[in-house]
């Protein structure tokens, strides 16, 4: 979710319609998310389906550094130059 281009200030939130995919099954849902900017890299998440609040943080680019208890961006590779 390209979060950065959203027009959030700081306290600001927005509510979007995403696709889901079920990798299992591969049935496809739509599904409300809600973004809040917490901070200038802090952002907040609700999934509509589910009432999940997920609290997360992003780079420069916007790419989510940790979401916690699903991913953690490892420093080593992303530091490291892949070579072709």
């Known amino acids: 979710m390209p979060i950065r281009r959203l027009p959030l200030g700081i306290g600001d939130s927005a509510d979007l319609r995403t696709v889901v995919v079920d990798v299992d099954s591969l049935a496809v849902d739509v599904a409300v998310r809600r973004y809040t ?3 200038a890299q802090r952002w907040r ?3 509509g389906e589910d009432d ?3 609290e ?3 780079d420069a680019h916007g790419l989510v550094v940790d979401q916690p208890s699903r991913f953690r961006r490892s420093r080593h590779l ?3 130059r892949y070579r072709s």
């Open 52 to 54: 999940v609040t997920t």
């Open 56 to 58: 997360f943080d992003v």
């Open 78 to 80: 992303a530091a490291r």
């Open 37 to 39: 900017r917490l901070g």
């Open 45 to 47: 998440r609700w999934r």
